[in-house]
């Protein structure tokens, strides 16, 4: 569906700086809202998906396709190697920058993107975590290695059970950063999570896109096997030699790498890609509802809806 009135969009009823943040579960089509709203507002797009930030990986992390990206400018997309040391901090002081210079030509500026303390980076700042002593952090590193994630997984569910049902739990480093912020302070994970917000110069408009839980899982399921039709598995066999990166320590390619070592069947690799998705979309909602500050819509709502909402909130 596309919009009768794109572009040419007259912005004289706001002079505020705005940010039109787009959010939900994988797969529930924010990537197409992000793209009509742009078009609608004469904007330009932010991604806010960390997996999609490297240039290496394209079809597991769902980057959008070359139409998609010609419809509007769309920025941190493919524009880091899964070799570069790149973090949240960084992808802050980065889009904020971006979206300053943004600004200074448009009063409106998009982003989309479903992990959620990326998008909390830039329309809220970062939280404050005290120092952590190296051999904390030493010893978890060879726990993972002798007894495995799932041992660390554990011991973070019984110090603190809200980080292990918020944060990426398949995602080895994310776990040890809040097991060490546990045991060094005595404190759960998620305690530090409630620190002032950082001023920001723009005023951010939440949207989020939601369903049906089985609507969800039917959706990830058909974009696997689109993925995996579209050639996943040979985009992962071509990344074999940078395994241990942790950029591609993710659904879609650590299973993968399963069968490739010989571990597991391609089938039931396939099925793990699914399941490990399904769970992250469950975690992805698991944050967003915390911000009362999200509109939330079905993904089949008309987009002028939407529109009429974001104008309400921009007179």
């Given at each position: 569906?596309?919009l009768?009135?794109?572009?040419?969009?007259?912005?004289?009823?706001?002079?505020?700086?705005?940010?039109i943040?787009?959010?939900?579960?994988?797969?529930?089509?924010?990537?197409?809202?992000?793209?009509?709203?742009?078009?609608?507002?004469?904007?330009?797009?932010?991604?806010?998906?960390?997996?999609?930030?490297?240039?290496?990986?394209?079809?597991?992390t769902?980057?959008?396709?070359?139409?998609?990206?010609?419809?509007?400018?769309?920025?941190?997309?493919?524009?880091?190697?899964?070799?570069?040391?790149y973090?949240?901090?960084d992808?802050?002081?980065d889009?904020?920058?971006?979206?300053?210079?943004?600004?200074?030509?448009?009063?409106?500026?998009?982003m989309?993107?479903?992990?959620g303390?990326?998008?909390?980076?830039?329309?809220?700042?970062?939280?404050?975590?005290?120092?952590?002593?190296?051999?904390i952090?030493?010893?978890l590193?060879?726990?993972?290695?002798?007894?495995?994630?799932?041992?660390?997984?554990?011991?973070?569910?019984?110090l603190?059970?809200?980080?292990?049902?918020?944060?990426?739990?398949?995602?080895?480093k994310?776990?040890?950063?809040?097991?060490?912020?546990c045991?060094?302070?005595?404190?759960?994970?998620?305690?530090?999570?409630?620190?002032?917000?950082k001023?920001r110069?723009?005023k951010?408009?939440?949207?989020?896109?939601?369903?049906?839980?089985?609507t969800?899982?039917?959706?990830?399921?058909q974009?696997?096997?689109?993925?995996?039709?579209?050639?996943?598995?040979?985009?992962?066999?071509s990344?074999?030699?940078?395994?241990?990166?942790?950029?591609?320590?993710?659904?879609?390619?650590?299973?993968?790498?399963?069968?490739?070592?010989?571990?597991w069947?391609l089938e039931?690799?396939?099925?793990?890609i699914k399941?490990?998705?399904?769970?992250?979309?469950?975690?992805?909602?698991t944050?967003f509802?915390?911000?009362?500050?999200i509109?939330?819509?079905d993904?089949?709502t008309?987009?002028?809806?939407?529109?009429?909402?974001?104008?309400?909130?921009?007179?």
């Open positions: 569906m596309m009768n009135s794109v572009i040419n969009v007259d912005f004289n009823y706001t002079m505020t700086k705005v940010l943040s787009i959010v939900g579960p994988t797969a529930i089509g924010k990537t197409a809202l992000s793209i009509k709203l742009a078009q609608h507002f004469n904007a330009e797009i932010i991604s806010a998906d960390s997996r999609q930030f490297y240039k290496e990986m394209s079809i597991g769902a980057v959008p396709f070359e139409e998609e990206l010609n419809a509007a400018p769309h920025h941190f997309i493919q524009n880091k190697s899964i070799e570069d040391d973090n949240v901090g992808f802050e002081r889009a904020i920058s971006k979206i300053s210079v943004l600004h200074e030509k448009n009063p409106i500026v998009v989309v993107g479903g992990s303390l990326y998008v909390k980076a830039v329309t809220k700042g970062l939280d404050y975590f005290p120092e952590v002593e190296t051999h952090r030493t010893d590193n060879l726990q993972l290695e002798e007894k495995g994630l799932i041992h660390l997984q554990e011991q973070l569910k019984s603190d059970s809200e980080a292990y049902e918020t944060i990426a739990i398949e995602n080895p994310r776990v040890i950063r809040a097991l060490e912020i045991i060094s302070t005595g404190k759960p994970y998620s305690s530090f999570l409630t620190n002032p917000e001023t110069n723009f951010t408009i939440s949207i989020g896109l939601n369903s049906e839980r089985s969800i899982y039917n959706r990830i399921n974009r696997v096997d689109l993925m995996i039709a579209n050639g996943l598995l040979a985009e992962v066999k990344l074999t030699p940078y395994k241990h990166h942790n950029a591609l320590n993710t659904v879609g390619y650590k299973e993968l790498f399963q069968f490739i070592d010989g571990h069947t039931f690799a396939i099925s793990e399941k490990n998705t399904r769970r992250f979309a469950k975690r992805q909602l944050w509802r915390k911000d009362d500050s509109a939330w819509f993904f089949e008309n987009v002028d809806e939407i529109i009429n909402h974001i104008s309400s909130q921009l007179n």
